[in-house]
Every structure is written in C-alpha cells, then in structure tokens.
C-alpha cells in the first residue's frame, strides 16, 4: 500500500527536506581545512543540491514496505548471560527488528541503507582506535549483508543485474544521507562511540563520518558511476573504506579500547521521535 502511514511518511519527508538547509549553508567559499567541506567543495553546491535532490526522490519511492528505522539500536538480539562475550550471540541466535512505528513505503535500499550505517561509524571508531582487524572483519559482515540481500532479490523478487545496480546504488545512496544528515550534521549516536572520553578521536569520527556520507552519496546518487556495473559499484565501495581504514588508523589519537558503553550499561535508545521533533520546528507548507 504505497499510502501506508502516510502521515509519519510526510514527516519523514518534512524532516529530510528541512536537511537541504545543511547544504545550502554549506561554506563552500572559504578554505575553511577539514575533509568534508573540502571535498564538498571539490564537488560544488550544485552538486551538493542535486545529491540531496536525489535523495529525497529515492525516499519518495513507494517500492517496499521499509522499517525506515532500521539502525542498529533497533535490534533485540537473544540475551547472552556472559558480560565477557556481549560481542557474540546467544545459544539459539535469535533476533528481532523493534520499533515498527515509523514504518512506511519507501525505496528498496532504504533499509539495508540505514542498517550498514552504525556499522560504518563503528568501522571508523574502530580504525581511529588502531583495531583496524576488528575494522575489516565488520565491512566483510556489510558485504555478506548485501550479498545475502541480492540473493533474496534474484529469487523472490525476480531482479535482473541491472536492478540490482540501481537498488545497491539507492542502498549506498541512503547509506551515506543517513550518516551525513544524521550522525555528522545532528551528531545522533555519536556519544555512543567507543571512545571514552577522548575529544580528539570523537572530533576525527565525526568529521570523517562527513566526508563517508558524501562519498557515499555521491557513489549511490552522483553521476559519475550512474552506469557503472553492480560489481564494479561493489568494488569501489570496498576499495573506498579500506582506504578509510587504513588512513584513520595512522592518526595518533586512539586510545586502548573497552567495551561498548551503550552494551555494558544495557541501555537502548531510538531516534523515532527525531522525525516528528524536528519537523514541528519549521512546517514546510510544500516539498
């Protein structure tokens, strides 16, 4: 039903386009030195403007009916009695994706997009951190996540290798919207990176999470890989991380790694409402 929840479906819509106003403040004129606005302004506002555009038709797409919420702090995973290996499942491995309110019609990359995006921030925690292993190991489980994924579409939804590309772009494209809009510009989740305190490596994540969110986008929604094959898009999105990795892993501001602070305390938290908030600060009366 491409009118399901239509109305969280505006709010949605409300907020992300409230978003654009990110770009347009964007300094792109001055030398101001950090990774993202140097790379944003290599690409232009008006590339800039068209990513965000694209953006924003990928999310009115009435494709699949999407969590729209499916990060990671939205998964119950089997409770494991060891606070020594919280890193692993339970005996059975059981799982459960939670808090459906925010469920709507959406694009087919929506959620495996939003799913991969504190897996990212944790990839980049982790290389700031120097466990570039721990790094690696997390991109082979978003590889095996969309292999899994791709599988599912060739047999239960009949796609062809051409629409495989265009869905791993809107995956990739949402990808990085999420992670720029979202945990660079809002700062959401940031406070749950595994650093401990230091102010430095918070700093370095959050700027290089910037700079990822527009590369993504730019490989998802740009037009420099539009026709780009689904494998070759697959490897530049490999090639690209790794090459984070191993960049962030040379800053000297790690510090020895403890275990997570959101898993230790037990706590969960959700971003549902952000939507609804933020929307009722500025109505827009059109998109």
């Known amino acids: 039903d491409p009118n399901f929840n239509n109305g969280i479906k505006k709010n949605v819509l409300s907020f992300y386009a409230q978003t654009k106003a990110i770009i347009d403040l964007f300094d792109l004129d001055t030398a101001q030195n950090n990774r993202v606005s140097n790379y944003a302004r290599e690409l232009g506002r008006d590339t800039c403007k068209d990513l965000h555009l694209k953006f924003m038709e990928d999310l009115k797409k009435c494709e699949c009916l999407t969590h729209n919420d499916a ?16 890193g692993q499942f339970g005996p059975q491995g059981q799982y459960a994706l939670c808090d459906w309110e925010m469920s709507i019609s ?14 990212v921030a944790c990839i980049v925690s982790h290389a700031i951190n120097g466990n570039k292993q721990a790094s690696e190991s997390i991109l082979d489980m978003i590889e095996l996540l969309w292999t899994e994924y791709a599988s599912a579409l060739r047999e239960y939804g009949q796609k062809d290798a051409d629409e495989l590309r265009i869905i791993y772009r809107s995956v990739i494209g949402q990808l990085g919207s999420f992670i720029f809009f979202v945990y660079y510009s809002l700062g959401v989740h940031i406070e749950f990176l595994p650093f401990e305190g230091n102010q ?52 000297p501001c790690r510090r ?32």
């Open 256 to 287: 020895n790694m403890r275990s997570s602070m959101l898993r230790a305390s037990g706590r969960r938290t959700s971003d549902a409402a952000i939507y609804s908030t933020f929307s009722s600060i500025t109505h827009l009366d059109s998109l």
């Open 106 to 119: 959406s694009s087919l990359g929506r959620d495996v997009g939003l799913m991969c995006a504190w897996p």
């Open 71 to 86: 990060h990671m702090f939205n998964i119950l995973v089997e409770r494991n009695p060891n606070i020594n290996t919280l």
């Open 200 to 251: 430095t490596a918070v700093e370095a994540a959050r700027e290089c999470l910037g700079y990822v969110g527009l590369k993504f986008m730019m490989l998802g929604f740009g037009n420099t890989h539009a026709e780009s094959c689904h494998g070759s898009l697959r490897a530049i999105f490999r090639a690209f991380v790794e090459e984070e990795i191993k960049y962030l892993s040379s800053r």
